[in-house]
């Protein structure tokens, strides 16, 4: 019984509810009819106004190298969203600038400064390494040394060679970088990286729920993203603002040498001196690692000759704590 | 000859039927696929770290499951094409069965690499943004061409038998209908004939190429980076031969089953065992013959990379695996295979179930242990990181996809004769053409 009452009262309610909606719907549409005809007059005052020239001429260079002039009136300044921005000139780099760095293995100590520095800036676990201190052993008798081993930079990448999207690319001024909003977690690069530079995100990253409004940096790779490469950058965000690389400035003992290729000029990261790059090669026999592959490294290395400290063998310490 | 030409269809159309057994089987796949999904959405939630995979072996048993799926796959253009193109005709009553675990091994050959993708949402990257300069590109381009083809290879042969079909098979309704628009109006003129053989060839030609391809590209995503173990220039060969063995161990186990439960020993006889047996011989001696170049010319060098590698497959802890490969694999099907009585069905049949572990075994020798001493140390790192031990959720995410081959390949089994019916009436005429002179 009740049921047959049911669709009856339910149509009742719908006409009562129709012709709510209807004049609801009346009111807005005068309504936003006045607000939007009030705010045209207005508009459109303004507009006059501002066709009014303020006889100041400004010069402009178009970002095609033409000149143009306008009335200073009508010059506002252009913004490019920040997630399009760190994109665009991450990708495009610094003109006019090849980085390199050298590394003094005579002065490691393994003191790992560095990789809190690079860790602490990058947002990474503390097994997650862009740059990681290496007990080295060639041979038998040959002696034992540490080896910072940062991204080595290729000027002939294998990562970028075999990257199926583009993902991970190398910059005219020398960083190879990572863009975790393309990257779609194949790990070619892993596999093909022949120094074991590169890392990957295998669970959710440490800091992702601090880092989630953050705007994506290539440049620095944060926030990190979940199934995606995160690397080595050369600290680009640091370059950008004219500083030196997280891990050279942090180091307590010297190691690091920084600089430009094309003003053949390092800058040590302790000491603050610069010296020429070549001379410094030249002087201490610098070398890179595993040239033979043909990957032209960026990061040079002086031998371990003269060592500043006794070498203890990080390893062994590790397993023992 | 009415007569025999009836016989062939009824015979063959016969397995034509869902029965109770094929629905507690197909229930039973399905239930264990839905389990082992669920292990995949575990993955999707986390993080590809539920596998074992961490920075140095960051390629475990996916890809070591996608090399072997695609080999499997290449099966069907040495049956169909290779040995179809040099006259061989005892394969005919297997073409089918070889083109139908083709198609479903390059088919979710696509699906396994997905699951081996961190970010699998943006897999439409690959055609956004695709660089051809990566060998993966490569891999997606051919192996997409090869699941096209061999469903085309399935399919045309089908259509003349479709049409029996639809005559023949009264239930279940929905099939008749499938069969019905299927068959494309087919009614056996001689120019609809011309049309399909000349299509076939095309195809059959144009599938070398293809196959060769697929393997040979992602023999090429290992050797195409400077890692000791994988950067040989005889990878590509050395795949594909491997593959021929996977292919015909798979042949080989799908024969017996269909022979026993359709009962077809009629058309599949032990004379086609005997036949697949010097087949497999033959591939296996031709791996074997990659194999000594693979690893005997480093070893005789001993690069002190190679050195290393070798010591670990050959004496440290993946020798036990490598050893399984390699004998079960290669060596004891050659030797065993000579006796004729090796030769008979079910020793067989135990023959190829183990070369098919061995080369799933196999897949993993490759691609693991190179990861697992890379040139530089590997360091200050959790222990886990230096030795790759799959996990139960990988392991159930790599059952799945055998899930799915076994799936396709049921489903095809049960809706279409896995015998191509034309050819054996063809070739029941002849006999009895032959029989009174």
Same mark, same amino acid.
């Given at each position: 019984m009740e049921e047959k009452h049911k669709p009856q009262e339910d149509h009742h309610e719908q006409d009562k509810k129709q012709s709510r909606r209807k004049f609801i719907r009346d009111v807005s549409i005068i309504a936003g009819g006045a607000v939007a005809g009030g705010a045209a007059m207005y508009a459109g005052m303004h507009y006059e106004d501002s066709? =009014?020239?303020?006889?100041e001429r400004l010069k402009l260079l178009a970002a095609d190298g033409k000149l143009l002039e306008v009335d200073a009136h009508h010059v506002a300044e252009a913004h490019l969203p920040e997630s399009e921005l760190f994109i665009e000139q991450g990708r495009e780099g610094l003109p006019g600038h090849k980085w390199v760095m050298v590394v003094? =293995?005579?002065?490691?100590?393994?003191?790992r400064k560095c990789i809190d520095a690079c860790q602490s800036a990058h947002h990474l676990?503390?097994?997650?390494?862009?740059i990681n201190t290496l007990q080295m052993?060639?041979?038998?008798?040959t002696a034992p040394y540490n080896m910072p081993k940062? !991204?080595?930079? !290729?000027?002939?990448?294998p990562c970028v060679s075999v990257c199926p999207v583009d993902a991970t690319f190398k910059r005219g001024d020398g960083p190879v970088l990572i863009d975790n909003e393309r990257c779609?977690? !194949?790990r070619f690069c892993i596999a093909a990286c022949p120094y074991s530079a590169r890392v990957f995100q295998?669970?959710?990253?440490?800091?992702a729920d601090e880092d989630k409004d953050l705007t994506y940096n290539v440049e620095l790779n944060v926030p990190q993203k979940k199934g995606t490469i995160t690397k080595c950058l050369f600290s680009a965000d640091r370059l950008r603002e004219g500083k030196l690389p997280y891990c050279v400035s942090a180091c307590?003992?010297?190691?690091y040498w920084f600089g430009d290729e094309m003003e053949d000029a390092v800058t040590n990261g302790t000491t603050k001196e610069t010296v020429k790059f070549s001379d410094l090669l030249e002087q201490n026999a610098g070398y890179q690692l595993m040239p033979e592959l043909g990957t032209k490294p960026r990061v040079y290395y002086l031998p371990?000759?003269?060592?500043l400290f006794p070498f203890e063998d990080g390893n062994q310490e590790e397993q023992k704590g | 000859m009415q007569n025999s030409y009836d016989q062939v269809a009824s015979d063959l159309f016969r397995p034509v039927r869902v029965n109770k057994g094929h629905i507690i089987w197909m229930g039973f796949l399905t239930v264990a696929l839905f389990l082992c999904l669920y292990a995949y959405s575990i993955q999707l939630r986390?993080?590809?770290?539920?596998?074992?995979?961490?920075?140095?072996?960051?390629?475990?048993m996916y890809i070591a499951n996608f090399v072997f799926f695609v080999a499997s796959s290449l099966i069907g253009m040495l049956m169909s094409a290779v040995l179809g193109l040099i006259g061989m005709k005892w394969i005919r009553p297997l073409t089918r069965i070889a083109e139908i675990i083709a198609l479903a091994f390059a088919a979710v050959a696509g699906l396994v690499i997905i699951s081996d993708m961190?970010?699998?949402? +943006?897999?439409?990257y690959l055609f956004? %943004?695709? +660089?051809?300069?990566?060998?993966i590109l490569w891999d997606v381009t051919v192996v997409t061409t090869y699941v096209l083809i061999s469903a085309l290879l399935l399919y045309l042969p089908l259509i003349p038998d479709l049409a029996i079909g639809k005559k023949i098979l009264t239930k279940p309704k929905f099939l008749v209908k499938v069969y019905e628009i299927l068959?494309?109006?087919?009614?056996?003129t001689s120019a609809q004939w011309e049309i399909i053989h000349r299509s076939m060839r095309i195809l059959l030609i144009l599938i070398i190429p293809v196959a060769l391809a697929i393997h040979t590209v992602t023999s090429w995503l290992f050797a195409?980076?400077? +890692?000791v173990g994988w950067n040989s220039t005889i990878f590509g060969p050395y795949f594909v031969s491997g593959a021929f063995v996977a292919g015909i161990a798979s042949v080989i186990i799908a024969m017996y089953f269909f022979r026993k439960n359709y009962k077809l020993e009629k058309y599949i006889t032990e004379m086609h065992f005997d036949n697949m047996a010097r087949l497999l011989v033959l591939v296996s001696l031709v791996y074997l013959y990659f194999n000594i170049n693979e690893f005997l010319v480093p070893g005789y060098k001993l690069e002190q990379g190679d050195a290393i590698h070798l010591q670990d497959i050959f004496v440290g802890h993946n020798a036990a695996l490598f050893w399984f490969a390699q004998l079960f694999g290669i060596i004891i099907p050659i030797v065993l295979l000579l006796?004729?009585?090796?030769?008979?069905p079910f020793p067989m049949l135990i023959l190829a179930i183990l070369i098919f572990f061995a080369s799933w075994i196999k897949r993993y020798i490759i691609v693991v242990p190179t990861q697992e %001493?890379?040139?530089l140390p590997i360091q200050h790192?959790?222990?886990?990181?230096l030795i790759y031990k799959p996990t139960l959720i990988e392991t159930a995410i790599t059952i799945a996809s055998f899930l799915l081959v076994l799936i396709i390949i049921t489903v095809l089994s049960k809706l279409f004769p896995v015998i191509p019916v034309w050819e054996m009436q063809e070739e029941a005429e002849l006999k009895e053409k032959g029989g009174q002179p």
């Open positions: 066709k =009014l020239p303020s006889g003094d =293995l005579a002065k490691c100590r393994n003191a676990r503390p097994e997650q390494y862009h052993k060639e041979s038998k008798n940062p !991204c080595q930079h !290729c000027d002939n990448p779609i977690g !194949c295998w669970f959710e990253p440490p800091m307590p003992n010297g190691v371990p000759k003269n060592r | 986390t993080g590809l770290g539920v596998a074992g995979i961490r920075d140095y072996v960051s390629w475990g961190g970010r699998p949402e +943006r897999l439409p956004l %943004h695709g +660089r051809i300069q990566s060998p068959s494309v109006k087919w009614r056996g195409s980076t400077p +890692r006796f004729k009585q090796m030769r008979k %001493h890379p040139f790192v959790p222990s886990s990181f």
